[in-house]
């Protein structure tokens, strides 16, 4: 069984005049955040303001200036930063020959696909059941929902045991009851597991209702805090129209 852990409040991720370019285009600026372990943090924006680009700098696809650390405040050392991300969209053809248990065998495992492992199938269901995706092992990954497909990447993000879980607008194209259960799985993710969530969204309703911690985001940070604090801003207004109802 997985094992629970309370989060501690103790372990952190800096990211310290975070900038990226693009040849002579500067896409990220002066990104400077401090986030804990049990917390969600929310990164919103107009289309184009550096958020997914944000997230593919902290994960290392792509070259940025600027330092990002992962420290252990109760004794200070800094440590690798273990991290799991699940991505705006995936590219799967219907007919792929692959089902969730060769996916995640792939990608989680040294064991050739071919050999079955009772086991790793064991371990498999195991981390799967966790966003209530156990039955999904054995079934093809090109005949999957978006909501099913979204579970089980989510699966995968999570069975290292991730400091940080990145998720890059994980619920576009999912009804409303599918985002219910993913924000009400990420908030038992948050409460029980020694991790930090940054979530790219737009769905301001659930960010509010959700994060712990707010960023707008233009370019640079313009305004961060709570979801309170935020949509009361003007920076908010200035990027959305109006101050939201918060």
Avoid: W
């Avoid at 290392?60 to 799991?84: A, Q, V, W, Y």
């Avoid at 089902?99 to 050739?112: A, E, G, N, R």
């Avoid at 707010?214 to 949509?231: F, I, N, Q, R």
């Amino acid at each position: 069984m997985r094992k629970i852990i309370k989060s501690c409040g103790l372990h952190c991720i800096k990211i310290h005049d975070l900038g990226v370019s693009f040849d002579d285009k500067e896409v990220l600026k002066d990104i400077n955040l401090h986030i804990h372990c049990g917390t969600i943090t929310a990164l919103i924006g107009r289309n184009g303001a550096g958020k997914s680009t944000l997230i593919r700098a902290i994960i290392g696809e792509i070259p940025h200036t600027g330092e990002i650390s992962f420290r252990n405040t109760e004794d200070g050392k800094i440590r690798d930063l273990k991290m799991g991300y699940v991505p705006q969209s995936i590219n799967i053809e219907k007919n792929t020959p692959l089902d969730v248990y060769d996916l995640i065998t792939s990608f989680k495992y040294k064991s050739p696909v071919v050999f079955r492992s009772k086991k790793i199938e064991e371990e498999i269901k195991e981390a799967l059941t966790e966003f209530d995706a156990a039955d999904l092992i054995h079934e093809s990954i090109g005949t999957l929902s978006g909501g099913q497909l979204q579970r089980v990447l989510l699966s995968m993000a999570v069975m290292d045991e991730p400091n940080l879980l990145l998720l890059d607008e994980p619920v576009s194209g999912i009804d409303k009851n599918g985002m219910d259960l993913f924000y009400e799985k990420i908030s038992k993710l948050r409460d029980h597991h020694d991790l930090a969530v940054i979530l790219v969204s737009h769905d301001l309703d659930y960010v509010l209702k959700y994060a712990d911690n707010v960023v707008l985001m233009d370019k640079t940070v313009l305004s961060e805090g709570s979801a309170t604090k935020v949509y009361n801003s003007p920076e908010f207004k200035e990027v959305f129209g109006e101050i939201y109802n918060a």
